[in-house]
Structure formats: C-alpha cells, structure tokens
C-alpha cells in the first residue's frame, strides 16, 4: 500500500462538506508587521524578518485556496469572534471579556496564540509561534514562514485507500458568548469523503481545548497516527519543571516532522553542547510505512526482515519509565510517555507561572525540548507538548467515530 508524508505536496485540498452536528466541548471550567500582531511577541531578530518584509501569502507547501473574509465576516461575526484577511489567509480572533484572547489561522487551523488572563489583571501569551521569512518559488515575492502553536499533526489509512492528511479546514461553525465561552468549529473531508473530521476550539475564561472528532463512514477500519502538538512558550527549558510524570513509561524517539512543528536544525548532533542523544526527523507518513511493514513482515517474515530492521531503526529508541517527578527539561530530549497521567503541571520558573496540559481520547503523550542551548526568550524556547497516537495507531472501525483532545488550563487567574 503506498504511503506519503504528512504534509506532503502532493496532497491537493478538496473542498469541505459536512452535515451540521451540534457542538460539544471536551472540558468545562467556570505584512510580517502586520501579521505579527496575530502572533506572540518575539524579538524580530529571532524571527528573521525585517520591519518592512511585505506579506504576500503564508509560505506553505499546501496550495490554500484564498480565504473569502468577507463571506466569513458576513456569516460568522459576532460571538466574540472577529476575522482579519492576511494575505490569502485570514486570522480568526475569540476575545473573551475577561481579556483572554486566542487566534487560529484559516485555512489551516493553525492556533498561533493563547493569550491567558493572569492575576495581576494582565494577560500573557501561553503559545510559542515563530514567523520567518520565506521566498516564493518564483524569487519574486516574499512569504512568511509561520510554525508553532497548535496544530493537528495527522495521518489516516485504512484498507482501501492509501494514506490522506488534512490540510485545509473550513469555518463551520461559531457558537458562545465573549461574557464566558466562544467556540469555533472546523472541518475536513479526505477526497472520498468516507473520512470526516471535526476540529473544535473552545476558549473559556481560564481554559483553552483543542477536540479532534473523526468520523469513518468507509466499510473498513480506519488507523490514525500523530495527535494534536502544542508548542508551549518558555524562558527557557533550563527554567521548566514538569510535575506528575513519575511511574510513566517512556521510549526515545526522533522529532515528529510536521509543516508546523518547530524543530533546531542542529538537534541531536554528536558535538552539539550537551548532547545527549542522536535523533532525526521522521514524518508521520514514515510511521506509518514501517507500521504497514511491520503487518506486512508477520505474513512473509523471511522476505521483509531486512526491511523491517531498517525500518525499525528509525523508530525505536531507548526505553524506560520517568522517576523524576519534579522533570526539569535542561537536556535536550524527545520521548513518547505511555501511562502517563492524563493532566499534568508544567512550572516556568523563569516566567514565574504555570499551565496545566491534559488529553482525551489519545493513549500517549509525546514531549520534546530542544534543550537549554538556544538563548532565553529565542526561536528555540519552547517544549513541545502532544497528545498523541505515535507507536500505536488509533483505530477506528466502520460506521464509528472517535474523539479526542487536549486542553490547556490556566491556574493563575486568581
């Protein structure tokens, strides 16, 4: 069965129907100048731009249709919900009246930013997203490079079909009020439309969630691999502390390689400073390869075993279980946790906050810091967090859906 990269070019964005499904929440709880105002403040010499970069379009190796901002402020305004045209792409703003903010870009679905409410009465921004500058193919006009945040990093296959990514999401739904909660809700279909997916954002005065629901009308079985990764800002992995993770299996594993997920380029070198490990990149389309290799091997294990050691290679790695409950991330690191717990506490000591991290539905937790060798407050100071389905694929059968999630909560508002 062929197999492709997530994200891969070849993907061609189809358009989007879907019934109208009555929305549910996970959790309850009670220009580069022009763009960079949608996204965290970073210092513009970590984002490699200049001050008067001109935004064309988002750089992306999916060939978006531009999003229509008229249809969308004519359709979905309101809510606490507002929506600024970017080039060929449009941001989406849920503001509560607490002052919480967060942003999500269309027709991606990436969230660039959670601003949180704080108890000082100010707000501060949760998400890490980095913009670069990027060249179009023509070497005529500049684009902006966006990654980070929070993205669903995602691969389907099933029997009868090779594998498909989303890579574009329609505006479905806006639902809530700017006095507690706003909801958004997006969709996407595989080009058989026999995979449907829902992705829905909540924004609560001290909350923000991320729900997947897949839904597979095909007669056979359906496997999905990744998760949805969330790119935490942070002084610096040196200042972060993660509380709870004790007891928690782990194996290594290399970097998730996704269009958004942001990854050093020297990361897991031999004479980097403080290394510790040697990784690569791997694209969901490779896991998913040496998954089918592997179902592939128990039919003919003579005929594919030297396939499957290769294959093997590249995502196995060390195994153990977490005995730190109190994990400060210095080094440099990629695991994949499997019962771990299904919220825990990552502590900023440099930023002097903390977050609460939790999933739904996904089995394994995936958490990768580039490590304390970048500078405080740089492109590179962040951990990334994912609620994942990485060493074993979800599956959902013919006729069922399935749901999943993560949420982020924010303790400090009091």
């Not at 990093?153 to 809530?176: I, K, M, N, R, Y």
């Not at 194996?251 to 490990?277: A, C």
Request: net charge negative; with cysteine.
């Amino acid at each position: 069965m062929a197999s492709s990269s997530i994200f891969s070019p070849k993907f061609t964005p189809t358009s989007n129907k879907y019934p109208s499904i009555a929305l549910s929440s996970m959790m309850s709880t009670k220009s580069l100048t022009s763009f960079s105002s949608h996204l965290p403040s970073i210092p513009l010499q970590y984002v490699n731009c200049k001050r008067d970069f001109p935004i064309a379009k988002v750089a992306s190796s999916i060939p978006y249709e531009p999003v229509n901002q008229d249809y969308l402020e004519g359709e979905f305004s309101g809510h606490g919900v507002t929506f600024e045209g970017i080039g060929d792409s449009c941001v989406a703003k849920m503001e509560l009246q607490n002052g919480s903010i967060a942003k999500l870009m269309l027709p991606s679905g990436l969230i660039t930013s959670y601003k949180a409410h704080m108890w000082h009465q100010g707000v501060v921004e949760l998400l890490h997203t980095s913009v670069s500058e990027g060249v179009d193919d023509d070497d005529e006009e500049e684009e902006a490079i966006i990654q980070g945040g929070i993205s669903l990093a995602l691969s389907f296959e099933s029997d009868d079909q090779d594998s498909w990514s989303p890579s574009t999401w329609s505006l479905h739904q806006v639902s809530g009020s700017p006095a507690d909660t706003i909801q958004i809700e997006m969709i996407s279909n595989d080009p058989g439309g026999k995979i449907r997916l829902k992705h829905i954002v909540t924004l609560e005065e001290d909350f923000l969630s991320s729900e997947l629901v897949v839904s597979n009308s095909s007669s056979t079985s359906l496997k999905l691999l990744g998760g949805v990764m969330s790119h935490l800002t942070v002084s610096s992995p040196d200042a972060i502390y993660v509380l709870g993770l004790e007891g928690s299996s782990f194996f290594t594993r290399k970097p998730i390689l996704s269009e958004f997920v942001i990854t050093p380029p020297d990361f897991g070198l031999k004479d980097q400073p403080g290394y510790g490990q040697v990784y690569g990149k791997m694209s969901l389309g490779a896991l998913m390869s040496t998954l089918s290799a592997r179902k592939q091997s128990n039919a003919d294990e003579t005929e594919n075993s030297n396939l499957s050691a290769s294959e093997d290679e590249d995502i196995e790695g060390e195994e153990g279980e977490e005995d730190d409950g109190y994990k400060q991330l210095t080094d440099e690191m990629c695991r994949i946790y499997t019962y771990a717990p299904r919220a825990f506490t990552v502590m900023d000591r440099g930023r002097r906050n903390s977050l609460s991290v939790g999933r739904s539905g996904y089995e394994e937790l995936y958490m990768m810091s580039p490590g304390s060798n970048h500078e405080f407050y740089s492109k590179y100071a962040f951990i990334c967090v994912g609620q994942s389905a990485m060493l074993k694929p979800i599956i959902v059968s013919p006729g069922d859906e399935w749901r999943g999630g993560m949420f982020l909560h924010n303790p400090n508002l009091e």
